[in-house]
């Protein structure tokens, strides 16, 4: 898996901004993905120095449309600990 496949993409909520500002980064990872996997994927593409790395199973919440019931699609979310005074240039542009 290439670190481009771990990567999805980031998440960008209230709580996540607040989260940026504690140097922790929240992005949406590939269901099969590692902590070290995801770690050395921001290490690699983002040029910084991660410290820790927790990963969370998101499940689906149920929803309706119109007549029928059904759920979410479920994802695998990782917050990403740096080092102090780095940063993603890419979250501090948005």
């Given at each position: 898996?290439?670190?481009?496949?771990?990567?999805?993409?980031?998440?960008?909520?209230?709580?996540?901004?607040?989260?940026?500002?504690?140097?922790?980064?929240?992005?949406?990872?590939?269901?099969?993905?590692?902590?070290?996997?995801?770690k050395?994927?921001?290490?690699?593409?983002?040029?910084?120095?991660?410290?820790?790395c927790?990963?969370?199973?998101?499940?689906?919440?149920?929803?309706?449309?119109?007549?029928?019931?059904?759920?979410?699609?479920?994802?695998?979310?990782?917050?990403?600990?740096?080092?102090?005074?780095?940063?993603?240039?890419?979250?501090?542009?948005?």
């Open positions: 898996m290439t670190y481009e496949q771990v990567l999805i993409e980031p998440v960008l909520t209230e709580k996540t901004n607040s989260l940026r500002e504690q140097g922790k980064y929240v992005f949406k990872v590939a269901a099969s993905a590692t902590k070290l996997q995801v050395e994927a921001v290490r690699r593409l983002f040029n910084v120095h991660p410290v820790s927790t990963v969370v199973n998101v499940h689906g919440k149920p929803k309706r449309l119109r007549a029928k019931a059904g759920y979410t699609s479920s994802w695998k979310k990782a917050v990403v600990r740096l080092q102090k005074d780095e940063k993603i240039a890419l979250f501090e542009s948005v």
